[in-house]
């Protein structure tokens, strides 16, 4: 077992690398599917709790950027491109709008309470299925894996069970980890430190440009831009030359 690849795709070659760094929703795991249902029950019980009527579910939706009838993540965001709290803010600033006072306390809340019901759902959480054998051949190359993600440990650790994925990855990072967002570089350090490897023998792959950031401000190798979230190719392309439209298009060797 080598423990060192290039990682390469569309006329580029990524050398010397021995760990990599995974952000999780919309670049292993779909987060149009993932998001969209737990946006839906979010806004559901936002209206429930502050007597909405029910038309105000779609448009809750569309604030925290899902759209159902595209059935996908809107570009803009904001969610899975900040972090949950700016989100929180995104819905209570919202809701003032609409002459509602709601505190960020009692949105989160109402978060938690959505998260721990869809732990008991499992079709919500699907596999990007090219990214299963892109990690058994970083595996099989003895390459070190962590998830980045802003979502909670707990969710992470439960998705990955679910996919059947907890032995691919040697370290999860997520929003407990630290208060600094992925763009400071601080949550790839720690991911780095747990896993034992140093920055420029890593990279970072993500469907956002925080992951991009991240990856700069860590001091990593380079950043894999992946297209398969709510960014298109060619907006990752303005944050880093390393850009493919699904993870079946990088080669490990």
């Known amino acids: 077992m080598k423990s060192v690849v290039s990682i390469s795709a569309n006329g580029w070659k990524l050398d010397g690398v021995s760990a990599i760094l ?15 249902k737990i946006i839906f029950h979010r806004s559901q019980a936002i209206c429930e709790a ?15 950027g899902f759209s159902r009838g595209l059935g996908r993540l809107l570009p803009a965001g904001p969610i899975a491109l900040v972090s949950r709290d700016e989100v929180i803010e995104f819905v209570t600033q919202y809701l003032l709008t609409q002459n509602i006072r709601a505190s960020n306390s009692q949105i989160s809340k109402i978060f938690e309470r959505v998260h721990q019901e869809m732990e008991k759902i499992d079709e919500h959480i699907q596999l990007i299925p090219e990214a299963l054998p892109l990690f058994k051949s970083l595996k099989e190359g ?3 894996l962590a998830v980045v993600t802003t979502d909670a440990i707990k969710n992470t650790e439960m998705t990955l069970e679910k996919l059947g994925l907890q032995s691919y990855f040697s370290a999860i990072v997520g929003r407990e980890s630290c208060k600094e967002p992925k763009a400071s570089g601080v949550p790839a350090t720690i991911a780095l430190s747990k896993l034992g490897i140093p920055a420029q023998k890593s990279i970072c792959v993500g469907d956002a440009p925080m992951d991009m950031k991240m990856a700069l401000k860590s001091g990593c190798l380079a950043s894999i831009g992946v297209a398969t979230g709510q960014i298109s190719e060619s907006d990752l392309l303005k944050v880093t030359p390393y850009v493919v439209g699904s993870l079946s298009q990088l080669l490990v060797v």
């Open 22 to 36: 995974f952000d999780k929703d919309g670049t292993f795991v779909d987060s149009h599917q993932y998001w969209g």
């Open 50 to 64: 502050f007597q909405m009527d029910s038309s105000y579910i779609e448009r809750l939706e569309v604030v925290m």
């Open 142 to 144: 003895g390459i070190k």
